[in-house]
Nanobody, 124 residues
C-alpha cells in the first residue's frame, strides 16, 4: 500500500499564493504518475494537475494553466502544487492522488491511491 499525506493548505486572500505538498510513503516503488484534484462544496471532485515520474510531462486543467505549477522530488517522494494568483473559485479541498501507470490521466477512477485532502480557502 501507499499512503499519501497532504499539507500546506490554509486561508489566503485573492491574488495570494500557496504551496501544497504531498508526501508518499509505503510501497512507493509502485507509484508513477502523481496528481492533484479538488472538490468544492457541493460539487464533484475534479482534476487539477498531474506529473509523470520523471517530471518531464505535466498536464493541467484549463483553469490552472498559467497560475499553478506541479513538480515533484522523487528523492523525498513528494509532489508539490504551487498556486499563484489564487481566486475565490479556487476554494476547495485539494487531494493528492497517485497511480501505478506511467500515463498521464485526468480521471478520478484512474488513480489508485488518495490522500485525505487539505483545505484551501481564498477570500475575496
Amino acid at each position: 500500500q501507499v499512503q499519501l499525506v497532504e499539507s500546506g493548505g490554509g486561508l489566503v486572500q485573492a491574488g495570494g499564493s500557496l504551496r501544497l505538498a504531498c508526501a508518499a510513503s509505503g510501497r512507493t516503488f509502485g507509484v508513477s504518475v502523481m496528481g492533484w484534484f479538488r472538490q468544492a462544496p457541493g460539487k464533484d471532485r475534479n482534476f487539477v494537475a498531474a506529473i509523470t515520474k520523471s517530471g518531464a510531462l505535466t498536464d493541467y486543467t484549463d483553469s490552472a494553466k498559467g497560475r499553478f505549477t506541479i513538480s515533484r522530488n522523487n528523492a523525498r517522494n513528494t509532489v508539490y502544487l504551487q498556486m499563484n494568483g489564487l481566486k475565490p473559485e479556487d476554494t476547495a479541498v485539494y487531494y493528492c492522488a497517485a497511480r501505478g501507470s506511467s500515463v498521464l490521466r485526468r480521471g478520478e477512477n484512474q488513480y489508485d491511491y488518495w490522500g485525505q485532502g487539505t483545505q484551501v480557502t481564498v477570500s475575496s
